[in-house]
Structures are given as C-alpha cells and as structure tokens.
C-alpha cells in the first residue's frame, strides 16, 4: 500500500526497526528522504519509499501529498490560461445560458470551438449551435429570431467574395427586422481542418486537392490514412482535433473570426 508520508505519520523502518514520526521530507542528491523521530526525540534519515511498516503493514512511503498539492495548485494559479490564451477563472461555475448564440456549419467545427474555447463560453454562458450547412442561412436567421438581449453570431466555411457562401451569407445580412442584432462572419479555409496549422501534423502547407476529390478525402489519402468511408474521415478528424492544444495551433483567419463572434455575442445588453 501506498502512503504519503505527511508530517506525524508513525511508520516503521523494516531493517533497523527505527520507529518515529515523520518530521520533513526533503530531496537530496535526487533522492527523496523521510526524516523520522523516535519518542526520545532523537532523528534519523531513511530513503523514501517500500520498507516501512505502519501498524505491522507494508506500505510503501511516498512525498507527502498536501505539499505537493499546494506546489502544484500555486503553479496553476500562477499560470493557468484557457485553451484560448485567456487567464482560467478558478472556481468559476459556468452561468446560466444567456439568450444570444454562435451558430457553427457543422460537428468538427462546433468541436473545435470547444476545444478552443469551451471554458471560456461556459463562463460568460454562450451556447454553440450546430446549423448542418449555411444553404438556408436566412431561414435559419427567421428562424432563431435574434432582437435586442438575443443576438445571433454565425461562423461560415469558405466565406470568399463571389462564392456560394458569399452570396447566402449577403441574403442573411438583409433579413429584416433582425439584421442589427446578427454578425456573420467567415474563414478563407474550404473546410475548418484546414484551419488548423498545418505543422501540428508534419506538414508544411495544406496540399492542394485535385477537382473533383472531396476536400477531406483528399487530405486523409494525403496523410496516409484510411479514407473509404465517413468513419475513416471521422477518425482523420479526430486525429486533427487531437493536433490541437489550443490557441497557437489554429491559423490567425479563424482566431480573429471566433473572437469577434465571442465579443458581439457577449456585448453588454446583449
């Protein structure tokens, strides 16, 4: 059995048959050593570890845990920050959802919003939506109804000027009487893989994927993986999602876009 040796802890040393309590753990030349005291008040060293009885018990002696609790508690307080570079509110539940929303084209992109930023909407209480394509964004606009303390925030695929999301993405913007109180906003990227830095998987730049071959399928068969079927692409997209870790792993085009969704979503009055 193992047993941290905190301060008092009376244990038995199985080779001398030295008896005390502990008194301090200490770290010397690598090893880490019980200081134990006998009922007389005399002090010995043994090195931490198996060998000691407690109650006629074997156990096995480990540093003691409240001290390393309380190191590794100030580290985090000392440096913690959300998968988004924000400072980590400790002990801050998560808020009552508010009535504004960000909008999302699909499941991996959804993911990756929560992996980035998860902790972070959690706290101002934002929910992301999944839209399963923007083809009838404006009727998705109609839909959800976004007026004053409800404001609607919608991040698009492949939002290039003169493609089909641009012009779906312009008929939503004029929809009346909400448009004051919706943003849509885009990345370059045909896919959100493709947000994701390309050196996280080995990669220099994304390759460039032959007309007529689906986007994801190309990229798995460029890796190497296996791509016959949607659970091949499922499993290459958790491959990717695993790549990140948080913020400095996803191109600076995304980042902007979700950041200035979060901003407007969480204005106040909104």
Known sequence: MQLPAERGTVVEDVETGWCGAVVRVEKAGGVHVVHLEDRHGRTRGFRLGPGFLVDGAPVTLTPPRAAADARLAQARAASARTASGSRAVAGQRARVASGSRIFVEG?????????????????????????????????????????????????VDHLVPGTKEWRVVEQARAVRPHAAHVLVVGHPYVDVWQSVK???????????????????????AHLGWPHESQQDLAAAWRRILGAVDGYADLEPELLGRVEELIDFVTAPGS
């Open 107 to 155: 499941r991996h992109d959804a993911e990756l919003v929560e992996k980035v930023w998860g902790d972070d909407l959690r706290v101002e209480g934002v929910v992301v939506e999944m839209l399963d394509g923007v083809d009838d964004l404006a009727g998705a606009v109609r839909a959800f109804a976004p007026g004053p303390g409800r404001r609607m925030g919608v991040l």
């Open 198 to 220: 390309p050196q996280r998987l080995g990669l220099e730049t994304w390759p460039v994927v032959p007309r007529g071959t689906p986007w994801k399928v190309g990229i798995a």
